[in-house]
C-alpha cells in the first residue's frame, strides 16, 4: 500500500482569499492550451489570430461552466436541484459535469464558427487536443483535493485517502489523468501531424475518452447518491457510450467520404 500524500488544498491564502491547487490546475490547463491552440491553428492554417485564439478559448469557458454545471444539475441531482433551484447558480460549491461540459462547449464552438465563418471539425480537432491537457490537470487536483476516489482495493499502490474511510483504494484520478490525459493528448498531437481530414482527432477524442473514462470507471467509486444503476453500470459509463458511438459514427461518415472522394 502507498502512503497518500497530504498535499496542502491551498498554496497560500492572503487573508479571505485562497488560492488552491484544483484552480491553479484550470488556469494552467487554460494557459497551455492557448499555446497549443496557437501552434495548432497556424499548422493546420485554422484562419485566426491571437485574438482569435483568446476569442475561442474564452466560447470554451463559457461552455464548460454552463454545460458542465447544467450537466449535473440535470445528470447528477436532478431531484435535488428541483427543489432548490437557485442553488444550480452556487457554481463555487462544486458539482460539475465532464459530460455536460462536453455537449455545452459543441455548441459555443458551433456558435463561434458560425461568427467567424470557420470549420466546425478542424476548429474541434484543434480544440479536444488542448481540452485533453486540461482533463488530465484536473483529474490531478482531484487528486489532491483528495476527492473522487477509487473503490476499494488490494493492489500494492492502494491508496488510504482521508475522506474515505480506513481501507485502500485505487488511485482512480491518477488513472484518469495518465488517460485522459498525457495518452489521449500524445495520441491526438500525432494525429494532426499527419495532417488528416478535418474530424479525424475531433471523433477520435469522442471514441478514445469514452472507452477511456468507460474503463477506469470500474475503478472508480460511484457517486454516492447514485451508486451503481442500469446493469451495474454507473452514470459515467451510461454517459460514456454514446461518446464511443458518436466517435465511431464520425470516423466511420469521414472514411466513406474519403473513399468517395477517391473514386470519384
Known amino acids: 500500500m502507498l502512503t497518500y500524500p497530504q498535499i496542502d488544498p491551498i498554496i497560500f491564502q492572503i487573508g479571505p482569499l485562497a488560492v488552491r491547487w484544483y484552480g491553479m490546475m484550470y488556469l494552467l490547463g487554460f494557459i497551455i492550451s492557448y499555446f497549443i491552440i496557437g501552434h495548432l491553428s497556424r499548422r493546420r492554417s485554422l484562419g485566426i489570430d491571437h485574438d482569435g485564439v483568446s476569442d475561442l478559448l474564452f466560447y470554451a469557458a463559457l461552455g464548460v461552466i454552463l454545460g458542465g454545471r447544467l450537466g449535473y444539475t440535470l445528470f447528477y441531482k436532478f431531484s435535488y436541484y428541483l427543489s432548490h433551484p437557485l442553488e444550480i447558480l452556487a457554481i463555487w460549491e462544486g458539482g460539475m459535469s465532464f459530460h455536460g461540459g462536453l455537449l455545452g ?21 484543434i480544440l479536444v487536443t488542448a481540452a485533453a491537457v486540461g482533463l488530465g490537470l484536473g483529474r490531478v487536483g482531484n487528486f489532491i483535493n483528495g ?14 485517502f482521508p475522506q474515505a474511510g480506513p481501507l485502500p483504494r485505487h488511485p482512480s484520478q491518477l488513472y484518469e489523468a495518465f488517460l485522459e490525459g498525457l495518452v489521449l493528448f500524445v495520441v491526438l498531437w500525432l494525429l494532426h501531424r499527419k495532417n488528416p481530414r478535418p474530424g479525424i482527432p475531433f471523433f477520435s477524442f469522442f471514441l478514445l475518452y469514452g472507452l477511456f473514462r468507460f474503463v477506469v470507471e470500474f475503478f472508480r467509486q460511484p457517486d454516492q447518491h447514485l451508486g451503481f444503476l442500469w446493469a451495474g453500470a454507473t452514470m459515467g459509463q451510461l454517459l460514456s ?22 473514386q470519384g
Not at 241 to 262: D, E, S, T, Y
Open 105 to 125: 462547449v459543441v455548441v459555443s464552438v458551433m456558435l463561434f464558427c458560425k461568427r467567424r465563418q470557420l470549420s466546425v471539425l478542424l476548429t474541434g480537432d
Open 147 to 160: 476527492e473522487l476516489w477509487g473503490r476499494v482495493t488490494d493492489v500494492p499502490w492502494g491508496m488510504v
Open 241 to 262: 457510450l454514446p461518446m464511443v458511438l458518436v466517435g465511431v459514427m464520425g470516423l466511420l461518415a469521414i472514411h466513406q467520404g474519403n473513399k468517395r472522394h477517391v
